[in-house]
Every structure is written in C-alpha cells, then in structure tokens.
C-alpha cells in the first residue's frame, strides 16, 4: 500500500478561503531559500486573499558524516562558505559565510523543528519565527543548531516561550517535522527551495530551485480557473512596516525597480523618519521606526 504523500494542509483557524495553494519545501538555513525571499513576498503582495502558502520543512542537512551535495560539490562546512558567496552574487541578497569558518551548524534539522513549534502556536508568528531564523544564520552570524539561539529567537518573535521549549523538546514538534519530511523524501523532493503550485481541482506544478519570478507567475496563471486579481503593492514604507524587516533587494525585486533606485528612495524614508537603516554583510537593512 502506498503512503499518501501529497501536499497536506496545516489546520488553521484563521485561513481563508483561496483559488491556489503553495507548498513550499525549504529549510530555514537554505541560502537559495534565502535568495528567494523576494519573490515569495511579491507572490504574498500580488495575489494577497487568493493564494495561500504552506511551508514544508524538507531538512537537507541531518549531520556532515551522511551529506553531500553533489550539485554544489558541497560536503563539508567549510565547502558552504563559496557557495553562499555564489549565492549573493547571482542574487543580491546579503549573506554573510564568515559563520562557516567561525561556528559552523552542525545540522539545519534543529531550525526545522522550531518552525514546526512555532506554527503549533500561530502560524503567522511562525511565518515571522522562520523569516527571523533566516536573518539569524545567513546574516547575523548566529547558529541556529543552537537551542539557546532557537529560544532566543523565539522571544523575540514573542511566542510563548515556556510552551515552545515543551513542543520543541518534548511536544509534538519532533513528530511534525518528519511527517513533512516523510512527504518531502515521497515526492522526491531532496533540495531546497521548492514550490508545488496546486489548483483545486488537484492539477499542479512543481518548480525546484531558485527561479525568476516569472516562472512562478506562470505556474499560478496558468493552474488558477479563473483569473486572478493583481492586489496594487502597498506604498514602500507601508511595505517595510508590514514585512517588519526588508533587504533593499527585496524591495527593488518586489516593486521591480533598480536597485539603486530601491537604495534611493528608502534612503530618503530613513530621512524623513518612517524606516531606519541597518548595515550587514553584502547589503542594508531596513525596518520601521519604532514610536515610544
């Protein structure tokens, strides 16, 4: 007998009804994930109420003894260092690989199972725990196979700390992780980041790795019955509001300007006192400014 392997839904309260579902297969310290932030917030903005995304944690790294990557010719920490130098050259996004040389992870399994305790809280805390665990690895230096850097995360996202330290520990959280890795190995999905486009009809397609956002698009035109609504993006300073923290390639991929242009003009929201601006390795940040 078969094991059903498709696609399942997180139950959830607070969703609505949509035209399309996404399940996307990532990892949080996956630098293509990473490099794919923007288009996944433009695929958020664009088609905003009428689709709906579902993350998969598909862990690519259990330990260095039993991984390699033969694709990236990956099979050691130190190997990851040039390889997430490549990844911010083609993508734009900042990164910082001085981790792998300092305090490598030693798995991206422990990052996993804390998204998976965070979504047993809310999953839209969950959504920002995962985004947090992302700027924590590939840009802050920190490593997140590190439960006092996980719980610290989860403080600040503030979850309920005392309950996920229960899930991530002893609860349920464990046991989540490998049902999304058991539909993962069954779909043969063994790489990061990739997207599964589903109708309701049941029709989909599968888009594995970094691609343009142009693919994406199509696959969610193409599956839709009926046409979807291009939701008009929000001004850029309401965006950095929403989005909490931007890089300024999100923005210029988001709103498909320049990036020099992107720069210019969240420079002049700095100066007028709506974002402030955090410098980081390959790049800037912006978030928004906090009112006493």
């Known amino acids: ?65 039993d991984f390699f990557d033969t694709i990236n010719n990956v099979g050691h920490p130190e190997h990851v260092a040039p390889h997430w130098a490549a990844v911010a050259k083609r993508s734009g996004m900042p990164l910082d690989w001085q981790i792998w040389f300092e305090d490598p992870p030693t798995s991206s399994y422990p990052g996993c199972i804390a998204y998976k305790a965070a979504v047993l809280q809310d999953e839209k805390k969950a959504q920002n725990y995962l985004r947090k665990l992302r700027e924590a690895v590939l840009t802050e230096r920190r490593n997140i196979a590190r439960q006092n850097i996980l719980f610290s995360i989860a403080e600040e996202t503030a979850l309920d700390i005392d309950r996920f330290r229960e899930d991530y520990l002893t609860g349920p959280a464990q046991g989540a992780f490998n049902e ?13 980041p990739t997207i599964v486009v589903r109708n309701l009809m049941g ?26 609504l291009k939701m008009p993006l929000l001004p850029i300073g309401d965006f950095v509001r929403k989005s909490q923290c931007v890089a300024t390639e999100e923005v210029a991929r988001v709103y498909e300007i320049p990036t020099n242009k992107a720069l210019i003009e969240l420079e002049k929201l700095c100066a007028g006192g709506q974002v402030v601006k955090t410098e980081k390795a390959g790049g800037e940040f912006w978030r928004p400014l906090l009112i006493p």
Do not use: H, N
């Not at 029709?203 to 696959?219: D, H, S, V």
């Open 180 to 192: 999304d890795l058991e539909e993962s190995r069954g779909r043969g999905i063994t790489s990061s």
């Open 1 to 65: 007998m078969r094991a059903d392997v498709s696609p399942k839904l997180q139950s959830s309260k607070s969703r609505e009804p949509s035209k399309l579902d996404i399940f996307y297969y990532t990892d949080p310290d996956c630098s293509w994930s990473w490099a794919l932030e923007p288009e996944i917030k433009k695929i958020t903005e664009e088609y905003a109420g009428q689709v709906r995304i579902t993350y998969k944690m598909c862990g690519f790294q259990d330990k260095w003894a």
């Open 203 to 228: 029709q989909e397609k599968m888009l594995i790795g970094y691609r343009p956002y142009r693919e994406y698009e199509k696959a969610i035109e193409t599956l839709a019955a009926t046409p979807l």
